[in-house]
Each structure stands twice: as structure tokens, then as C-alpha cells.
């Protein structure tokens, strides 16, 4: 076999798990519920995060949430702070593909 497989959960509970991790990018993948977010942080890469349910409610540095939804897909900078939640009664699902590897961003 050429390709390789990488599986992800399929749940409808707060998840964040790594599926990729490899010498050119790294890809996550998150389940947010109503009134779940990630702890507010900073990029490590260039991230693209790709949303495929829910909606989205993101802060970046310090400026005023803004929403986006299934179908949407952000590029964040790297070292930009974000703060990321589900404010909404539907479950959130999003990937999230950081290129480079954040292990090799100085």
C-alpha cells in the first residue's frame, strides 16, 4: 500500500484528538457541545480550520467574536491569539490543518 489511513471519532461529545502528525503538516480534529470552547491560545502554524457542523464563534487577538459555519474555512496566522467556543445548542465539528508542522515553526 502507497497510502496511508488515518481514522477520526465520530461523537457527538466534546473531543479534540490529533489524527495527523507527520513532516509536513499536522491535522486535528474537534467536537465542541453548547458552551464548550478551547482554551484561548496562540497559533503555532499557518492554520486552516475547515468546519463541517455547527457554527463557530472565534476571537482573534483581541477583536469581537465573529461566526462561522459547516461549510466555512478560516486561515489563521501564525502567533495570532484565538479564542474559540460553541455558543450554540447544535454540536461544532471542525478540522484543524496546521502547514507547517508546528514543531517546525521557530
Known amino acids: 500500500m502507497i497510502e496511508k489511513k488515518y481514522d477520526y471519532s465520530s461523537v457527538d461529545e ?5 489524527i495527523v502528525s507527520d513532516d509536513n503538516l499536522e491535522i486535528n480534529h ?18 486552516y480550520m475547515i468546519i463541517v457542523r455547527g457554527r463557530m464563534a472565534i476571537s482573534l487577538d483581541d477583536g469581537l467574536p465573529a461566526e462561522y459555519r459547516k ?14 467556543t460553541n455558543k450554540y445548542d447544535e454540536v461544532l465539528e471542525f478540522f484543524v ?7 517546525d515553526m521557530k
Not at 490543518?97 to 514543531?103: F, L
Request: aromatic share 4%.
Open 71 to 84: 461549510g466555512n474555512i478560516l486561515n489563521i496566522p501564525f502567533k495570532t491569539k484565538m479564542n474559540v
Open 14 to 18: 466534546k473531543l479534540i484528538e490529533k
Open 97 to 103: 490543518v496546521k502547514a507547517p508542522n508546528p514543531k
Open 30 to 47: 474537534m467536537v465542541l457541545t453548547k458552551d464548550t470552547g478551547l482554551p484561548v491560545h496562540y497559533s503555532n502554524s499557518n492554520v
